[in-house]
């Protein structure tokens, strides 16, 4: 996992020299060697770039997501997706385990407080009021759930949402997938003029097998004149102003907040079928933001 950091690799390092003489000193070795290549790997990834937020999701197993980090939204309304989850603040839906925060879409007949009855659960969680940023590098190291009907998704949203609405406060959907398209993942911005069904997008089919298989790091950099798009450090897409239809704005430049979801349903997946097996997970190893030097 790319979540070990370099304080854990100096701890390994401190336990290794401890061991030296023990039977276990090539095992210990090897983790050292692992780690201190990921640590200079990710180092070198990001020489242009200053971390200024992100969450490491190494809580005690079973515990929420860091509140001071991010809010959970609830409700079962459809989102103005028709999409058909009830999404939930329960532990069963969203929690940290194995370093991973864990976005789980269950099949369960759930009524919420507000009287709504779903037949699919699942979690939303977002920075807004927590964390905003305007410009930078927003990166997360994700493995998606699969199949007919799920719609995992890392994006962002304007934090001027509440006095302009959508889509004038702007959306950069970092990563979507929708589960009848295992392969492909889609970079898309929205904006006036250019929004719902008619978004600035491009697809990223990966090289082999189905975006699920595996975790991948999904990107964005954002600059005043460009957003530009990326899966495991291959740039795919590149938008500017110019790009846009005519008459229409480019809304992204002011401080968005990140979200993180497990949609089930919707206008654009679909409804989950037979083959559609649940629970499903979304594991997101690390959320990474960071500023230009």
């Given amino acids: 996992m790319f979540a070990w950091k370099a304080g854990r690799f100096r701890t390994l390092n401190s336990l290794a020299v401890l061991l030296v003489c023990g039977s276990g000193?090539?095992?210990i070795f090897a983790v050292v060697a692992k780690t201190s290549a990921s640590t200079a790997h990710t180092h070198t990834a990001n020489t242009n770039w200053v971390l200024t937020w992100g969450d490491e999701f190494d809580g005690p197993d079973g515990s929420a997501p860091d509140a001071r980090k991010w809010t959970t939204e609830t409700g079962g309304g459809g989102w103005g997706n028709k999409e058909l989850e009830y999404y939930t603040a329960r532990r069963e839906n969203s929690r940290v385990e194995k370093g991973n925060l864990v976005i789980e879409a269950l099949q369960e007949k759930f009524t919420g407080p507000d009287?709504?009855?779903r037949d699919y659960t699942s979690a939303?969680?977002?920075t807004e009021k927590l964390f905003t940023q305007k410009y930078g590098k927003f990166e997360a190291r994700i493995r998606i759930p699969?199949?007919?009907?799920?719609?995992?998704?890392f994006w962002m949203?304007?934090?001027?949402i509440s006095t302009v609405g959508w889509p004038a406060c702007g959306e950069i959907d970092i990563m979507e997938n929708v589960g009848s398209?295992?392969?492909r993942i889609l970079g898309s911005l929205h904006g006036p003029g250019f929004s719902g069904a008619n978004p600035l997008h491009a697809p990223y089919?990966?090289?082999n097998g189905s975006v699920a298989d595996d975790f991948h790091v999904f990107a964005v950099e954002w600059e005043p004149q460009a957003i530009r798009f990326y899966v495991d450090g291959h740039l795919y897409e590149t938008r500017t102003p110019a790009d846009i239809p005519?008459?229409?704005r480019w809304p992204f430049d002011h401080p968005f907040f990140l979200i993180l979801n497990v949609a089930v349903g919707g206008n654009w997946p679909g409804s989950p079928d037979a083959s559609t097996k649940f629970p499903q997970q979304m594991l997101v190893d690390y959320v990474r933001v960071y500023s230009r030097k």
């Fill in 25 to 27: 000193i090539a095992g």
């Fill in 115 to 117: 009287g709504v009855t």
């Fill in 124 to 126: 939303r969680l977002k």
């Fill in 146 to 153: 699969r199949g007919q009907g799920m719609w995992p998704a």
């Fill in 157 to 160: 949203l304007g934090d001027n």
């Fill in 181 to 183: 398209e295992p392969t």
């Fill in 205 to 207: 089919v990966v090289p």
């Fill in 246 to 248: 005519p008459n229409a």
